[in-house]
């Protein structure tokens, strides 16, 4: 076990945790850094119960040293990890959230560009859309595949937006990284560990989706495959796993931004569409998500979602991003943060123009 403490805390609060360690009959081995003070602690006979020493003044975390990930962790880098784009204004884990739109899958280039528009005007810098879709009948709609993704990269061009989508498999990777500015990696496919490596030795950003059933500690262990590779380019995010409720499509477990937050630098997107797989849930917890600190979302919209070719009934209406993004807008400034605003990026101005 471990303490860490806040790079701020001072010798007195220190000393108190040390004292709070000898109190549990255990021994205290303070260790400072030249970022700040980690206390070792021995003499337990098994895993100590971290609430007495977690919620102490100064204290950052409290460890297991056994725990198995590094590069992931905020012992190894204490500062948020921010990811930026080259060519573009957009950041992922700064100041203003990311916001990531689009349909589940391009399904043509007039669905595509239709979408893409209210995307771009809604103020979002990325433009999300699969080309590679995991579906679960195997006679379900399966993507459009590079055609899907050239259609994207069209839209990279027109309207300045970042493309997300998703590689499928390690056949599929090169090809999606070739075109994409941000590789998704599903939940289906959360710790296909070959895949993991492969996105691991890629130079572009990797968004890693939560697994349907995966701890918080296998998720980082996922994104610590990927950067054990050398891609220190990792963006975490939250998709809903699978529970007993049946009210909506995932339980979405808004409690892991902040449990993920404090155990890694990496950033934290929130995706309130699969996380419900009900439209009319989708803007509520896209506000939950920004109010819990979510460094951004993963939103699915359709013009026409009653004839989406996948995942139609979580998909919004544009009219629905536009309302909703104003709400978060609002929701934002409360925390010290801000939302894409439209009318300072190029594309918009080019938009308007036509
Ligand atoms: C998707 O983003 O369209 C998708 C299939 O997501 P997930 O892997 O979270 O189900
Ligand atoms: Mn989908």
């Not at 349907?212 to 980082?220: G, R, V």
């Not at 610590?224 to 975490?236: A, D, F, I, P, R």
């Not at 544009?318 to 807008?329: S, Y």
Request: with cysteine; charged share 20%; hydrophobic share 40%.
């Amino acid at each position: 076990m471990l303490v860490v403490m806040q790079a701020h805390a001072t010798e007195q609060q220190v000393e108190a945790v040390c004292e709070a360690i000898t109190n549990l009959g255990l021994r205290p081995h303070s260790l400072p850094g030249a970022q700040r003070t980690a206390i070792g602690i021995t003499g337990n006979a098994g895993a100590i119960e971290p609430g007495a020493l977690e919620d102490l003044p100064g204290v950052a975390e409290v460890i297991p040293v056994s725990k198995p990930y590094k590069l992931v962790s905020r012992e190894m880098k204490a500062e948020n990890t921010i990811i930026s784009f080259p060519g573009s204004p957009a950041t992922i884990g700064g100041k203003t959230l990311a916001m990531i739109a689009g349909p589940c899958a391009i399904e043509s280039r007039e669905q595509a560009f239709r979408i893409a528009e209210h995307v771009a005007n809604s103020g979002a810098q990325f433009f999300r859309g699969g080309a590679f879709k995991p579906r679960t009948s195997p006679y379900a709609f399966q993507g459009l595949g590079e055609e899907g993704l050239r259609i994207m990269a069209e839209i990279r061009d027109r309207f300045g937006l970042r493309i997300v989508t998703e590689a499928l498999d390690t056949e599929s990777l090169a090809l999606v990284e070739e075109y994409a500015d941000m590789i998704q990696i599903g939940a289906r496919n959360m710790q296909n560990f070959s895949l993991l490596r492969a996105a691991g030795r890629s130079r572009k950003p990797i968004l890693l989706k939560r697994g349907i059933a995966a701890t918080l500690d296998e998720f980082l262990m996922a994104a610590e495959y990927v950067m054990s590779e050398g891609n220190y380019q990792v963006v975490l995010c939250e998709r809903g796993i699978r529970t007993f409720t049946d009210h909506t499509r995932n339980t979405l477990d808004l409690s892991v931004v902040p449990a993920a937050q404090r155990l890694s630098h990496l950033p934290i997107l929130v995706d309130p569409s699969h996380g419900t797989g009900k439209r009319n849930k989708v803007i509520p917890l896209a506000r939950a998500a920004v109010a819990v600190g979510a460094d951004g979302l993963m939103i699915e919209v359709h013009h026409q979602p009653e004839k989406a070719l996948s995942d139609g009934m979580q998909s919004i209406y544009p009219a629905q991003l536009m309302q909703g993004f104003e709400q978060l807008r609002r929701i934002a400034v409360v925390l010290g943060r801000s939302m894409p605003e439209p009318a300072g990026v190029p594309h918009l101005r080019e938009v308007a123009s036509r």
